[in-house]
């Protein structure tokens, strides 16, 4: 399967301000996904990153509030726009281990906002 | 609205027990399922997929029913490792939807 590096692992910050999580794939991926996890809940997916186009977002997820960089086929980016507290949790990125095999996630991004 | 619901337990179990979840889904287009295992504070991590024709793997088993819209993941023998929260999942190529996981606790 798939490896994932995902930083930061967590942090915290101030409300009004942005964060930038960076997902590295050590194989060439078509789709990377982004998915939030709130505490108790399950993962909710943000958006899909294709390499060349523009994402993909679920209902509920902008892309002012967060926007996403796909420029290869390794590497991903997602931003944590305006932060307010209600956007305190966990985000991970993951990708599809070929069809039918599940997907590989990262360690995950725990974010604070204070 | 196309979900995937499970029983979020807490299931606890004592040590050597058998155990089972079930988790149900809406859409009846899916055509891939998935248990994941969660261990607090990681991230998920694929467990088993799961098939009509069932898929064992150890103490474990997964299996799928598509007349019913289910899947589910049976433990034998609970290990205090199996500890966890279990998710399952469904869906077709690039849209999996994941259940909101059941947690686990098996005691000595």
């Known amino acids: 399967s798939a490896v994932i590096s995902q930083k930061p692992s967590r942090d915290i910050c101030q409300r009004g301000t942005s964060l930038t999580i960076q997902c590295q794939v050590d194989?060439?991926?078509?789709?990377m996904f982004w998915y939030r996890q709130q505490p108790g809940q399950s993962l909710t997916l943000i958006a899909t990153?294709?390499?060349?186009?523009?994402?993909?977002?679920e209902s509920g997820f902008v892309i002012d509030k967060f926007p996403i960089s796909r420029p290869n086929l390794t590497f991903s980016t997602l931003t944590v726009s305006n932060m307010s507290p209600e956007d305190s949790s966990i985000y991970l990125c993951?990708?599809?281990?070929?069809?039918?095999?599940?997907?590989?996630f990262g360690s995950g991004t725990r974010l604070t906002v204070v | 609205r196309k979900e995937v619901e499970q029983d979020p337990g807490p299931f606890n179990v004592p040590e050597g027990a058998t155990v089972a979840f079930n988790c149900t889904y809406s859409?009846?287009?899916?055509?891939?399922f998935f248990w994941y295992r969660q261990d607090c504070r990681k991230e998920p991590k694929l467990l088993m997929s799961?098939?009509?024709s069932g898929n064992e793997d150890g103490r474990f088993t997964a299996q799928l029913n598509r007349a019913s819209q289910y899947i589910s993941l049976l433990i034998r023998d609970s290990k205090l490792s199996d500890s966890a929260t279990y998710l399952c999942?469904?869906?077709?190529?690039?849209?999996?939807?994941f259940g909101k996981g059941t947690k686990l606790s098996v005691k000595p």
């Open positions: 990153a294709n390499q060349g186009s523009e994402a993909t977002y």
């Open positions: 993951s990708v599809e281990d070929g069809i039918g095999y599940g997907y590989t």
């Open positions: 859409n009846s287009a899916s055509q891939s």
């Open positions: 799961v098939y009509s």
């Open positions: 999942t469904g869906g077709s190529q690039g849209n999996l939807i």
């Open positions: 194989s060439q991926v078509t789709m």
